[in-house]
């Protein structure tokens, strides 16, 4: 390597190495943001844990520097003494120094140059820097120290802490208020006023690339909705998960929220199915992180850029795979998380072992399965759905009007999962229904309409048809050759065409704000995809008011149950009404005849008990084996909470349907009172679970043997303290607190009260005398095993349920 190097980009890359192999570590920034912070915040703890001398100085000139990136810099000072944080006080003079210094016994590096302490400044932004080791010129690499040294512990600098930082954010608040237009609030998206030309002057600073040749929107910032779900995925780190999935509806900005997200991740891998989203992302990314992504699909294979957004069909692929090293990305995010149960999903996931898993969606709906639950570990951190979004005004109102489909969908095959294309065409393709969407749509319509059809032929026959009488329609499909994707859009844009008939190509990944009319003409065979649709209509453009839903409503699957995807009402507690609950500032409107095929369809829909009953025979099949109770929770499409309260439990509905060996049937019934205390064991904590996990652990022949509440307590304190979110969400209380550091006869104190006699009932099953804890009956040995097992279910199913709902944030 060269003792003297110019980095004209991507410092940081530089600094990491540097801070790696470094002993002294010393700063000094005209200013900080917390973008920097984040950014290196990794290296310094890292270097800290060694035992690194580390010294960051930095100045009030302007007051740029963020008070933020102050107090996450203060958390690492709380941990390590060894490391200083100062700031010059400059009284109004200028105060500009960018500096970095390494040394490590006779070894070191003097970095000069332009770039302050922001992701901006040693990422992407246009930067200079001069990099001189210390044997070049051991003079000079002396001096640069001496004179650091010299001005961090200056008269005009002072040691930042709690007390002088609450000094320092006072100065900074005021002079925002006074100067709102001089610098505008400074968020983690950079200080782009600093580093970046207005408007005016870009075109005469060449030397400045922007994507595309187009300007970056200045000063973006998360919307209230991406608020609350970057706390909860904070949250959701902070307790130590490292997979979360992010339920949020079309419209709201899935991929921003993705890329704030990101920015304390060095290296990212996007992951979607479709070549527009792909896109979308890189360019999303770009604007927020100023950072340059690589494609990596049929065409493009950039594998080694800091943002890599990578195609599944070819990422699934076991050579193009195999082009990285398990740990290469630092956070991978999954679009249209949905899909992500599918095999070429599996084999990536299975793949890579990144800090952080994140999976966006915008419909897991537990009707279509719920694969992706397990996935991402039954961790929801943040939900939103449309409803939600279109009651807090984010979205658009909606005017829904079911109108009815004369098909007789009952005579035409149903082929596992979509009815047999060739018999429903000869049902869809004739003048007289063609005729009858028309004038529905002309009555109901307002400007620009995209209509979603079963089929390409369907599409094209429509579109036709529509063209014929006066009309201007276009067929959008995966056969489309006439006009480009982005031509027909524009011209739908623009109003040169009323409607778009398409097949799937607008269920996901292509955004028309505009289009404020949805004309459905194909049954509802899976609600996500009746969601993804709807969702093409809700998002808020400048002329339109509301979107225009207009749904042909037949006798096909899933028609009576399908408005529920816009019922309002308590979630929990809802009750199937034919019209659902809607938002007050939304409509729905069904024909009379509507109305009366949907009680009808509603009348014939399987029992509760079958219904239950059809779901567990799909996990079954889909896992190959039969479920345990915990998984059918994971991958059930009916809510698990049916099995109790339609049978009183899981193994109560395996003995109802013959779904237990004779074996296990027997032990279902001799034990039964005990099966049942579990199952229905009220637990507002989880230390009744806890305790019987303990149990548990000690095996099928020894778990019935009694324990003391000082045995169980140190396992007891390491369930808690091994897991932080299992602390804060039952081991946080005032007294509990007191118990984080291990105290054997406090934790067997709270064991002794709580859980071991809350378990002890009028039933006798558990006997709880003279700090002696155990069951109270006898299990033959014969049925020890299987008894174990089903016990072991039921906590653990349990154990997984209560923690989910303590780590729900909406």
């Known amino acids: 390597m060269s003792n003297i190097t110019l980095h004209t980009g991507h410092l940081y890359k530089q600094l990491k190495q540097d801070i790696a192999y470094s002993s002294t570590i010393y700063i000094l920034s005209s200013f900080i943001m917390k973008s920097g912070v984040n950014l290196i915040w990794d290296d310094l703890q890292t270097a800290a844990e060694r035992g690194a001398d580390i010294k960051i100085l930095t100045g009030d000139y302007l007051f740029v520097t963020q008070p933020e990136a102050l107090i996450s810099l203060l958390h690492l000072t709380d941990k390590y003494n060894q490391i200083e944080i100062r700031m010059w006080q400059s009284n109004g003079i200028s105060f500009h120094p960018k500096t970095y210094i390494f040394k490590h016994k006779e070894e070191g590096a003097l970095i000069v140059g332009s770039s302050n302490l922001s992701r901006s400044a040693l ?18 690499f002396t001096k640069a120290i001496d004179s650091f040294v010299q001005l961090f512990y200056a008269n005009q600098t002072m040691a ?25 609030e400074w968020t983690t998206q950079e200080e782009i006023e600093l580093t970046l030309p207005t408007d005016e002057t870009q075109e005469h600073n060449p030397s400045v690339v922007y994507e595309e040749g187009a300007l970056l929107e200045k000063n973006i910032e998360p919307h209230l909705i991406q608020r609350e779900a970057l ?15 992010v339920v949020m509806a079309t419209g709201l900005g899935k991929t921003y929220l993705a890329a704030f ?8 891998l996007f992951i979607a199915h479709r070549k527009e989203i792909l896109e979308q992302a890189k360019k999303t990314f770009e604007q927020i992180l100023h950072k340059k992504g690589g494609f990596y699909d049929g065409v493009e294979k950039s594998s080694h850029t800091d943002l890599v957004f990578a195609s ?6 076991t050579d193009n795979l195999e082009q990285f090293n398990k740990d290469d990305f630092d956070l991978i995010i999954v679009d249209e998380f949905h899909h992500a149960a599918a095999n070429s999903y599996k084999k990536a996931l299975d793949y890579f072992k990144p800090a952080f898993l994140l999976g966006l969606t915008a419909t897991p709906e537990r009707t279509d399965g719920q694969d992706v639950f397990a996935i991402c570990e039954g961790n929801v951190a943040y939900e939103i759905s449309f409803i939600e979004a279109i009651r807090r005004n984010y979205l658009a109102p909606f005017k829904y009007y079911g109108i009815k489909d004369d098909i007789d969908y009952s005579s035409i095959r149903w082929q596992g999962n979509t009815y047999d294309q060739q018999q429903l065409l000869v049902e869809q393709i004739n003048d007289q229904r063609a005729n009858y969407i028309l004038n529905k749509w002309l009555q109901l319509k307002q400007s620009r309409s995209i209509g979603f059809c079963s089929s390409i032929e369907q599409a094209n026959y429509l579109a036709s048809y529509f063209n014929k009488h006066g009309k201007q329609a276009i067929a959008l499909t995966s056969q489309t050759t006439s006009h480009s994707r982005k031509e027909v859009i524009d011209m739908l844009e623009t109003k040169q ?26 049954p509802t065979e899976s609600l996500v995809v009746f969601t993804q649709q709807i969702g093409r209509g809700l998002r808020k453009y400048s002329s339109k008011d509301h979107c225009v839903i207009i749904d042909l409503i037949g006798n096909y699957r899933h028609a009576d149950i399908k408005l529920e995807v816009f019922d309002s009402s308590d979630t929990e ?80 509905f395996l003995n109802y349907f013959n779904e237990l060996t004779s074996e296990e049937a027997t032990v279902y019934h001799d034990y039964f009172n005990w099966i049942q205390k579990v199952e229905k064991e009220k637990i507002t904590k989880s230390y009744k679970m806890v305790i019987l996990q303990f149990l548990l652990e000690k095996g099928p022949s020894d778990w019935r043997k009694p324990i003391t509440p000082q045995e169980a307590a140190p396992y007891f304190h390491q369930f808690y303290m091994a897991k932080s979110y299992r602390k804060k969400a039952d081991f946080s209380n005032a007294n509990t607190k007191k118990l984080w550091k291990y ?31 155990s069951l109270n009956f006898q299990i033959a040995e014969k049925d020890e095993n299987i008894l174990h097992d089903m016990t072991r279910q039921i906590c653990e199913y349990k154990m997984q349920i209560y923690f989910e709902r303590k780590n729900t944030f909406l």
């Open 573 to 652: 507690n809802k009750e199937r009404n034919i019209i659902p609950t809607i938002p007050s500032n939304c409509q729905l409107e069904l024909e009379t005849e509507v109305i009366d095929l949907l009680k009808e369809l509603s009348k014939k829909r399987s029992p509760r008990k079958e219904k239950i009953y059809n779901d567990y025979l799909q996990i079954k099949r889909r896992l190959g084996k039969r479920p345990t109770y915990k998984e059918v929770h994971l991958y059930g499409s009916e809510n698990s909470k049916e099995y109790r309260q339609a049978f009183g439990g899981y193994f109560a």
């Open 312 to 317: 599944i069909f070819t990422l699934s692929i």
């Open 497 to 522: 065409i009323d409607i778009i008939f398409t097949v799937d190509l607008f269920n996901e990944g292509v955004d028309i704000p505009s289009v404020d009319t949805l004309l459905i003409v194909r």
């Open 123 to 140: 990422t992407s932004g246009v930067e200079w820097n001069m990099r001189l080791i210390r044997q070049t010129n051991v003079n000079t």
């Open 261 to 268: 997200f990101s920015k304390p991740y060095p290296r990212v």
């Open 743 to 773: 105290n054997e006869a406090g934790i067997a104190q709270l064991i002794r009260k709580m859980p071991m006699e809350k378990w002890v009932g009028k039933d006798n099953l558990i006997y709880f005398e003279e700090d002696e804890f």
């Open 160 to 184: 930042m802490n709690l007390e002088t930082l609450k000094q320092y954010k006072k100065q900074y608040d005021y002079f925002h208020r006074n100067h709102p237009d001089f610098i505008k």
């Open 231 to 245: 706390s909860a995925l904070d949250e959701t780190v902070s307790e130590e998960y490292r997979k979360a999935m």
